[in-house]
């Protein structure tokens, strides 16, 4: 069965600080992949998106990117973490294909709690 | 203009009785998904139920059913038989097709916490 791990499950940064969130995928080859960010008490804005080694998309500018290095890796960074960069991060995975079905589910991580201080 | 909006901040429902979740969606798309995610207070995001929009029959999944009406763009997701384990927020989703452009992108609303009380 395919599994996500996701991890620090909470970190605490200072303002100014790097950032690096791993997350890593099970049981699947090729998967897309996706980094969502949750402010608190709110919904998950999609942050980036993957469907392959090297590609990634963005969906709304800011201060962190993102990199997959390989197939069933993705990592969320940022060179210098601003206070507005705290939040909830989570990672899913979902079965990659040639176009994207709109019954396409998504699975989640655990997630990370970044706080900024 | 948002597109998808849950209108209950927080519910509350006796254990064992039925539940209903209110959302209701805004899109000019004609083929869409409709999603519900159970997020516990552990913070994972949890599929729970699916509804295509062409899809005839509402979406069932055990405990969990969809109400869907199109032509009011309601999507409220019932709970039968509340368990105490049920208590968490719960989100609605969707994704539009976009001319297969969409690329898994789910926009979601801003949530219901359910409390179920013994």
């Known amino acids: 069965s395919q599994t996500i791990h996701q991890w620090p499950a909470t970190l605490v940064q200072p303002v100014g600080s790097p950032l690096s969130l791993e997350c890593t995928v099970e049981g699947t080859s090729n998967p897309n992949l996706y980094w969502y960010r949750q402010a608190a008490g709110r919904g998950l804005q999609l942050l980036f998106y993957?469907?392959?080694?090297?590609?990634i998309s963005s969906e709304v500018p800011q201060n962190l990117s993102a990199s997959r290095p390989q197939d069933r890796q993705f990592i969320l960074s940022s060179k210098k973490l601003l206070l507005s960069d705290s939040g909830f991060y989570l990672c899913?995975?979902?079965?990659?294909?040639?176009?994207?079905?709109?019954?396409?589910?998504?699975?989640f991580g655990s997630g990370t709690q970044l706080s900024v201080l | 203009a948002q597109k998808i909006t849950q209108t209950q901040p927080g519910m509350f429902v006796q254990e064992k009785e039925a539940v209903t979740l209110d959302c209701t969606y805004d899109?000019?798309?004609?083929?869409?998904?409709l999603f519900w995610y159970k997020q516990p207070s552990s913070g994972e995001m949890i599929f729970l139920i699916y509804?295509?929009?062409?899809?005839?029959q509402n979406a069932t999944e055990g405990r969990y059913s969809l109400n869907f009406q199109k032509a009011r763009k309601s999507a409220n997701l019932v709970i039968s038989a509340s368990q105490l384990g049920d208590s968490a927020m719960y989100f609605c989703?969707?994704?539009?097709?976009?001319?297969?452009?969409?690329?898994?992108?789910?926009?979601f609303g801003q949530g219901t916490i359910l409390t179920v009380h013994p």
């Open positions: 989703a969707m994704r539009e097709d976009g001319g297969g452009t969409s690329y898994g992108k789910l926009t």
């Open positions: 509804q295509g929009s062409y899809d005839q």
């Open positions: 899913a995975w979902s079965e990659g294909q040639e176009s994207f079905a709109t019954n396409e589910k998504l699975f």
């Open positions: 993957s469907v392959g080694i090297g590609q």
């Open positions: 899109t000019s798309d004609p083929s869409y998904g």
